[in-house]
């Protein structure tokens, strides 16, 4: 590849809203043969909403919400977008302040909350640090895995007291995005954190069969890993704090510019609107790209 064929390549790729971080990240587009994708952010808006509050027995939901909203101050993540959207919701009540909050990828916030020792997040981080689930709250929380939403659990002192359940929608272009690149002959695979039922709900709609759900960060590398020693040439796209990892050890890493800044960091490409056709675009530019130079 001669030095000017590239920067040509790079040039129109800024006018299709694409960053490129090196002329190396061209290079690789052109053997992928496998596209995985993050479902919340990538091929969903991102933009979360919180369709509903449910109190454990004895508990109070605004407390609920509350806590959840003091903890989510702390993170990036779409779901905090939607936890701490908390003045419309509840009017008159203030978010409380956070000490010592920690952000776990993947998994959830904790920290304290006034007398509490707090967290949300996923069922499994409250089990890992011992908290006890009402069988309400799972009945709940499987509930509104069945509709396809995402319930994050919050609790202190030791139980779980409430849980929060989100929900986003399809971009606009993710369908027509996924069946571009299997025209191009790339094969998709659903990778997400989130919990299996919305995850296949979301992968229905877009026609891909290929699933991995519920993993944690530290798996969405693995899952890269494991495709590429079968001898694929992955392609990885995602948003998040979380695909940072996934975005780096991919073939070629392509980072949803709407996310968060560690993904952008971590990638070989942006694509600055966060649109998926311009990822399809992507691959096709570079592989135009190659043809001028040889
Ligand atoms: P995805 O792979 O779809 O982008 P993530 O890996 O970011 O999903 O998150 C996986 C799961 O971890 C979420 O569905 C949620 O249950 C939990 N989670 C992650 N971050 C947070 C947070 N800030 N607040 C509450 N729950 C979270
Ligand atoms: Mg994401």
């Keep these: ?39 919340t952010g990538t091929l969903t808006t991102g933009a979360m909403r ?4 449910v109190a454990a ?10 806590v959840a909203a003091a903890l989510e101050q702390a993170s990036e993540h779409p779901i905090a ?23 776990l990828a993947g998994l959830g916030v904790t920290g304290r909350v006034g007398p509490r020792e707090a967290l949300v997040g996923r069922a499994r981080l409250l089990a890992e640090r011992g908290l006890v689930v009402p069988d309400e709250l799972a009945a709940a929380l499987a509930a509104a895995e069945g509709e396809g939403a995402t319930a994050v ?20 272009t993710s369908a027509e995005a996924v069946e571009r690149f299997r025209g191009l002959g790339l094969h998709p695979v659903l990778l997400t954190g989130d919990n299996e039922r919305a995850a296949r709900a979301v992968a229905g709609r877009l026609g891909i069969d290929d699933v991995v759900a519920g993993v944690l960060p530290e798996d969405k590398v693995a ?3 494991r495709l590429q020693s079968e001898g694929r040439r992955v ?22 510019g709407t996310g968060a800044d560690a993904a ?14 311009v990822a399809v675009d992507a691959l096709r530019l570079s592989r135009r790209t190659h043809r001028t130079i040889r």
């Design 57 to 66: 027995p004895g508990e109070d939901e605004a407390e609920v919400h509350r």
């Design 153 to 172: 659990v919050v609790g202190w002192d030791g139980a779980a007291r409430g849980l929060l359940v989100v929900g986003d929608e399809l971009k606009a």
């Design 1 to 39: 590849a001669t030095p000017v064929a590239l920067m040509v390549g790079t040039g129109r790729g800024a006018q299709l809203g694409i960053l490129i971080k090196g002329p190396e990240a061209l290079e690789q587009t052109r053997t992928v043969d496998t596209v995985v994708l993050d479902k």
């Design 264 to 277: 952008v960091e971590a990638g070989d490409l942006t694509l600055v609107r966060g649109d998926l056709l």
């Design 235 to 256: 392609a990885f796209v995602g948003d998040g704090v979380n695909d940072a990892a996934a975005l780096a050890t991919a073939d070629l890493g392509l980072a949803v």
């Design 223 to 225: 899952t890269v890993r």
């Design 50 to 53: 919180l369709r509903r509050v």
């Design 81 to 103: 977008r939607a936890v701490t959207a908390l003045p419309a919701d509840l009017p008159g009540e203030e978010v409380p302040p956070v000490e010592g909050p920690q952000a």
